[in-house]
């Protein structure tokens, strides 16, 4: 079961999205800073957790202060049975979205001093219609099973949901433990089976003398009087206070798991993976998860905020190339600045590539295949993606803009194309030679904007003509495009 769209309400930058953002096994977002994209992936993972969300919203979240609800809705690829209780039996309901809304507290909680700041609804959506009152749906003996969202709502509700794995920009804490981490989940299911193997064996093969043997050979290895003076010290005050007597613990024999760490293994030395470099720390953080999700056979979402982050370019294409081997039985929903990476995964149509743009204070999602890519030969240059994914014009792409057009006039593979005939053309387009000039003889030249820009480009020695301006640069990259673009 895969997420196939979600759309997004008064979250953070996003005011409405127009329609659902469509989703693939493998969807890439790429956009400026400030275009939703981090939001998305933080709604997705809000919906996609089964925890207590209220205490994870603030009233910021909500877009431009406003006080309407915020609502997040996945769609999945396929329908899943959501079980109701219904007296002593339960009713199978089918469903295929969930659904989070999130509205400002009006009044404080019954007895509380202190409350959260919104109230969160969090409840999987039926397939079938909703009516005024709720849904519907004959039982076997004949009457109605009625319900609402009450009953759909976790964590009462009993289903199996995708879980989501989200590496934030702070990613390396998917490698400690803490809430909902990847290691935290590993260490739980290691310490759940030591304790169920424990349950079984006599008092003799317990491990918790193997545990007190190892106590002492590290402390006759530290000289330990020191703390063994400093413990019973303390357990004569405990024992006036009846108080039991403690002692410090250098492995739990209930969950020896709790004090672990990801290490590099050397030969008698240990280099803990925090001090090896965060790249590498999220390529580790990847690799345990995907171990995990093949392990338990759990149906898995990885969600990765920047995944190029402290990656040299390099390891930046083995990352992108793993992830996409996984996407089929993982997936997978990152955003990225990076144009390596799009570059690298353009051509893999099974991939969604997705441009997040804000115009007029307005976010919106586009497909990246049918933003304007394909206008040169060898598309996608990384000209042309940061001038589609980041409105940037640069002067590689103008020169590969004013190749591509004398390469479209010409004949055969040997002709070589003038610039006066590129300005014949040009003008036959509807340009002029608009930009005047003096050369060093003291002539007046008259170009059109591209030219005269290519010109400055691939001369740049010859001082006589101007340098253009960064406004002047868009303008030029703009019309040829518009120019290239039309039929």
Known sequence: MKIKSVYIKNFRGIDELKAPIELSDFSIFIG????????ILEA????????????????????????????????????????????FTTQSIECNKVTLLVKKRERSAPGKAFSDLVTTTHYVVPVAARGAEGWSQPRKAGSNFKFTERQLSFPSVDTEMPRAFYFSK????????????????????????FDKNQRGKEDAEHFKHDRKKLHEKVVSETEGDTMKKTIDAANEILKKLEVDPIDISLLKTLTPYDHSEIVFPFDGFELPVEDS???????????LLEAMAKISKDQIILIIDEPELH???????????????????????VSTHSPILFKNVYQNTDIKLLISKKESNKISI???????????????????????????????????????????????????????DTENWLI?????????????????????LMTYIRNRIHHSDNQNRPVYTPEQLKESTNRMVKILSTP
């Open 32 to 39: 400026d800073n400030g275009t939703g994209k981090t939001a």
């Open 44 to 87: 997705v993972n809000y919906c996609l957790s089964p925890g207590y969300l209220a205490s994870r919203f603030d009233i910021n979240d909500f877009h431009k202060g406003s006080d309407s609800d915020i609502e997040i809705t996945l769609e999945f690829d396929t329908s899943f049975v959501a079980k109701l209780p219904d007296g």
């Open 170 to 193: 702070t990613r390396n804490r998917q490698l400690v433990m803490g809430y909902n981490s990847s290691f935290t989940n590993i260490v739980n299911d290691l310490n759940w089976r």
């Open 277 to 287: 470099g965060s790249g590498i720390e999220m390529t580790i953080a990847i690799a």
């Open 311 to 333: 990656l040299h370019p390099k390891l930046q294409a083995k990352l992108f190339e793993h992830l996409k081997e996984i996407s089929g039985e993982i997936q997978i929903v």
């Open 366 to 420: 586009n497909d990246a295949r049918a933003s304007g890519f394909g206008l040169l030969k060898w598309s996608p240059s990384w000209g042309e993606i940061c001038y589609f994914a980041y409105d940037l014009s640069t002067a590689e792409f103008h020169d590969d803009l004013y190749s591509t057009i004398e390469d479209n006039l010409k004949t055969g593979p040997t002709q070589r194309i003038s610039q006066e």
């Open 428 to 448: 036959s387009k509807g340009q002029t030679k608009e930009i005047k000039w003096t050369d060093s003889r003291g002539i007046l030249q008259e170009e059109t």
